[in-house]
């Protein structure tokens, strides 16, 4: 029997809200790292070899460790809501399997961005300026890589559909968010 579009449309629906799902926890620690960060640069104010800041100032310890506490912390409401709605999708797996997924997430978020700024910065592109493409994708790459390396539950989880969906929807998300904190003041920059 054929599908016809509104299921399509539901099917659709249904992949990109568990994509977010699943994402959440590398989507957030760098908006909580905006939140709480400050204070002392993980590059401690050093310069690499080429005379470049390492990272830069918006890369604090403060900020790196309360994106990872954000992270986990929003997966665990995420398990809250599941078991309040009856949908399982983190609480499909072992609790020492979700927490090493959801670190692995949140760190390598934070790692990826890291990486992200190192690369900027060795490109001569200076705190807050566009990079495309690898502002989209540092942070997101670097999650699931980590995560694949530690979770045997990852391509259970992580499908070639989610990913690819992904993919897709995390430069609209990226964006989104970017203004949003804009318009609050957390950021100089809208993107």
Not at 43 to 54: A, E, S, V, Y
Not at 100 to 118: I, P, T
Not at 129 to 156: E, G, H, N, T
Not at 164 to 187: E, M
Request: proline share 4%.
């Amino acid at each position: 029997m054929p599908v016809t579009l509104l299921e399509l449309l539901i099917q659709i629906f249904r992949l990109i809200l568990k994509t977010v799902w699943l994402l959440l926890p590398s989507y957030t620690p760098n908006n909580f790292a905006v939140v709480f960060g400050g204070g002392k640069p993980i590059d401690l104010g050093r310069n690499f070899i080429d005379g470049r800041r390492i990272l830069g100032n918006g890369k604090t310890y403060r900020g790196f460790f309360a994106g990872v506490a954000g992270g986990v912390l929003v997966a665990h409401a995420e398990l809250v809501v599941e078991k309040l709605v009856g949908v399982y999708v983190f609480s499909s797996i072992q609790y020492l399997e979700f927490l090493k997924l959801v670190l692995a997430l949140s760190a390598g978020s934070l790692v990826g961005d890291c990486m992200g700024s190192f690369i900027k910065r060795r490109f001569g592109v200076e705190r807050g300026d566009k990079f495309p493409v690898l502002d989209q994708y540092d942070f997101l790459a670097i999650s699931l890589i980590l995560a694949f390396m530690v979770c045997k539950d990852f391509s259970r989880l992580y499908t070639p559909s989610v990913i690819l969906v992904a993919l897709i929807i995390t430069p609209v998300l990226h964006r989104l968010t970017n203004v949003i904190a804009y318009r609050l003041g957390l950021k100089d920059v809208p993107w």
